[in-house]
């Protein structure tokens, strides 16, 4: 798309807004608070490490969080979450991740553990790929977890 006229054509074409992508991701200088709120929907964590100098977050921004299929993905699968790494609460999730530049690109269990981690951007299909990697990691992670819980004590 080189033009729009209109923001009707813009979501005819199944791009999205600046302001309608914002609206997918959290802002939160807490990741706890992250990490509830994906308990309570039962879901997994994306985050997105990114800096305001950096030319390809921007790019991601335009290409991969502009496009409405992507969107409707991490929306339906996972917690969206959005950091600048250098202001805030950043520098220390940037260290806990050991994220090396930017953007940062993670899928986080519900307890905050890394199950996929990219440094540097991705298309749209190599981010949904990760994302499914990521879907496909936590069940292998939870059904070791559910046997544990329903065979202890099967002799009693």
Known sequence: MTACSSKKEVAKKGILTQDA????????????NILDKAVKENKLVYVDIYADWCLP??????????????MDYLNDNFICYKLDGEKVNGPN??????????????????RGGV???????LTKAELMAMGDRALATSLTQAVP????????????
């Open 145 to 156: 977890e559910l046997l544990n819980d329903t065979c202890t004590d099967v002799g009693e």
């Open 21 to 32: 992508q914002l609206k997918y991701f959290y802002r939160t200088d807490n990741l706890s």
């Open 115 to 121: 199950l996929e981690k990219n440094l540097g951007s």
């Open 57 to 70: 977050c921007k790019v991601m921004n335009e290409s991969v969080y502009g496009d409405r299929e992507a």
């Open 93 to 110: 999730l940037v260290a806990l991740w050991q994220i090396r530049n930017y953007p940062g690109l993670l899928f986080l269990n519900q």
